[in-house]
Structure formats: C-alpha cells, structure tokens
C-alpha cells in the first residue's frame, strides 16, 4: 500500500510540474545597480516574427499593461520626460516539429501480465520501448522584454518567457501571466 502511495504522489507531482506551461530565463548585466532607476519609458516595440499573434492592439495593451503595473508596483514611475530606462518587447512565434512516438502497450496494474510490452509484479506496467509513428506540427511564442539604460543606450536587463501556443485567442488571453512572469525576473524587489 505505501508503495502505490508513493507512486500516486510522485505522478501528481509530475503531473502538477507539467502544467506550468511557461519557461523564463533571464540575464542582466551584474554590475549594473538597477536600483538607480526610478523612472521608465516604452520604446517601440522592435519588429517581430510573431505571424500576427502578437502584432494586434489587444495584445500590445495586455503586455504594456501588465509590464506598467508589475514596473510601479517595485517602486518605478511612469514618464514620458527622459525616463531613466527604457523598456521594449519582442515578440516571435516559430513554427516547429517533434516526432510523435507510440508503444505497442502500455497500462497500470497488478502482477505479472502477458502481451505486449516488459510487466512488473505490483506496479507500473508498459511498454519498454517505442517507435516513431509520425511528426506534430505546433507553435512556440517567446515574449522577450529589455531593459536599456538611456544614458549609455545598452540593453542592461533581458527576461524571456516562452511557451507552446495552440490558438492566438489563448495566447493573447494569457499575455498577462506570461508578462507577470517575465517580470518576476526583474531584479528589483517589489515594493508595494
């Protein structure tokens, strides 16, 4: 009993990890004290290769939104007069593929089984190997926001936040988690 216990938690453990749809990386230059920055500005946005999920008015508003609270709720102030540092968002959308696999078996039971597959007594069952039956075609968008010091115009702060997309509606409903995220990776605390 307490090892089915053990492998229904470490599944749900699995399966919870696997439904964090986003992945954010982030880079900075270290010897840069961001908290000097007071002010912020939006440059325009640099051109994307986003096939036109990204490229609307709705989503543009969701990410300058989003951005706008997250900057002031760590102590930034909006200005359009010589901002301290300026902000930008690029937006790509790739078209890729992966090889979809299939197992001759697969299952969850009890003791020793027959047919296809390897078995074990009292556990996890299926099939020990695969076979490539064919490819998937899907998207991946990645939101990349920059921060450039306006006095030496270098880019001082880089955060990416990337994941599949399955339909553009989604995808733009979901620019302010994905926003949120990315600016979490802003080295400055938040203050309010």
């Given amino acids: 009993m307490k090892r089915f216990i053990f492998f229904l938690s470490a599944g749900l453990i699995l399966f919870l990890a696997s439904c964090s749809s986003y992945r954010y990386n982030t880079t900075r230059i270290q010897s840069v004290d961001f908290s000097q920055y007071k002010t912020y500005g939006w440059l325009p946005g640099a051109d994307s ?17 989003t951005a706008n609270q997250e900057l002031e709720a760590r102590g930034l102030t909006y200005s359009k ?9 690029i937006s790509i959308v790739n078209n890729k593929s992966r090889m979809v696999y299939a197992t001759p078996y697969y299952g969850m039971g009890m ?64 620019l302010p988690k994905l926003v949120s995220g990315i600016m979490k990776e802003y080295p400055v605390a938040l203050t309010k």
């Fill in 111 to 174: 003791g020793w089984g027959w047919g296809w597959g390897w078995h074990r007594p009292w556990g996890f069952y299926g099939g020990g190997f695969s076979y490539p039956v064919g490819k998937e075609k899907f998207r991946y968008a990645h939101l990349i926001i920059e921060a450039v010091d306006r006095k030496t115009n270098k880019v001082v702060w880089q955060a990416r936040g990337s994941g599949e997309v399955n339909a553009p509606e989604k995808a733009i409903n979901k």
């Fill in 49 to 65: 290769l986003s096939k036109g999920y990204f490229s609307n008015d709705i989503a543009e508003e969701k990410i300058l939104s």
């Fill in 81 to 89: 007069q010589n901002p301290d540092i300026l902000f930008r968002y």
